[in-house]
């Protein structure tokens, strides 16, 4: 059994509120602590490891600045999302992860308040958090919607279209385009060029 790396601000941090009452100066040692367990636990289990790691920093940064829950985070392509799940609550059984009976290895509403959507594979997210932030919009409820799409998955026709409807949620909408060089395979096509 891979010996479990030392993670001492990691596991203060049960939730994203937790995470939210450091200071901005622990949040790089936060990241590669998360990283380290990420890699500790994908070595257990399989899994996405790229993805993954090439959202720490990203992922740490999203759950400290928005107020997760309220505010809506959606990941484009579930593969992206260990640490998110991690920071989220999960982190006692995230080396069950794509084991029966184990945590996903993509978001799913029933396993968590922060999966507002389950998203598996790609070009779904801006339509997602459009949906979220137009809902919150006419209930006249506080809330942002957070879209994290890959730039494989921003070549998709959907995302366009999403995209094209946006200007609805005003400023409740905030897409993130995840250039990271971190996909499950290289990018291909003239938008990612």
Same mark, same amino acid.
């Given at each position: 059994?891979?010996?479990?790396?030392?993670?001492?601000?990691?596991?203060?941090?049960?939730?994203?509120?937790?995470?939210?009452?450091?200071?901005?100066?622990?949040?790089?040692?936060?990241?590669?602590?998360?990283? *380290?367990?990420?890699?500790?636990?994908?070595?257990?289990? /399989? !899994?996405?490891? =790229?993805?993954?790691?090439? &959202?720490?920093?990203?992922?740490?940064?999203?759950?400290?600045?928005?107020?997760?829950?309220?505010?809506?985070?959606?990941?484009?392509?579930?593969?992206?999302?260990?640490?998110?799940?991690?920071?989220?609550?999960?982190?006692?059984?995230?080396?069950?992860?794509?084991?029966?009976?184990?945590?996903?290895?993509?978001?799913?509403?029933?396993?968590?308040?922060?999966?507002?959507?389950?998203?598996?594979?790609?070009?779904?997210?801006?339509?997602? *958090?459009?949906?979220?932030?137009?809902?919150?919009?006419? /209930? !006249?409820?506080? =809330?942002?919607?957070?879209? &994290?799409?890959?730039?494989?998955?921003?070549?998709?026709?959907?995302?366009?279209?999403?995209?094209?409807?946006?200007?609805?949620?005003?400023?409740?909408?905030?897409?993130?385009?995840?250039?990271?060089?971190?996909?499950?395979?290289?990018?291909?096509?003239?938008?990612?060029?």
């Amino acid at each position: 059994m891979m010996e479990l790396p030392a993670t001492p601000l990691l596991d203060g941090v049960g939730i994203p509120d937790d995470l939210r009452r450091l200071k901005p100066e622990q949040l790089r040692q936060l990241a590669d602590e998360l990283r *380290a367990e990420v890699i500790s636990a994908v070595g257990v289990t /399989g !899994g996405h490891l =790229g993805s993954g790691l090439g &959202v720490v920093e990203l992922t740490t940064a999203l759950h400290y600045v928005f107020d997760t829950p309220r505010d809506r985070l959606i990941w484009d392509v579930g593969h992206q999302c260990y640490p998110h799940k991690i920071l989220t609550g999960r982190r006692d059984r995230i080396r069950t992860l794509r084991q029966g009976g184990g945590l996903s290895g993509f978001t799913k509403r029933s396993e968590s308040e922060y999966d507002p959507f389950g998203a598996a594979h790609s070009s779904t997210s801006i339509s997602a *958090a459009l949906g979220f932030a137009i809902a919150n919009q006419l /209930g !006249g409820r506080p =809330g942002k919607a957070i879209a &994290v799409i890959g730039d494989g998955a921003m070549s998709a026709g959907m995302a366009y279209e999403a995209m094209n409807n946006a200007e609805a949620a005003g400023n409740r909408l905030v897409v993130i385009l995840n250039d990271n060089d971190m996909s499950i395979a290289p990018p291909v096509g003239g938008l990612s060029a």
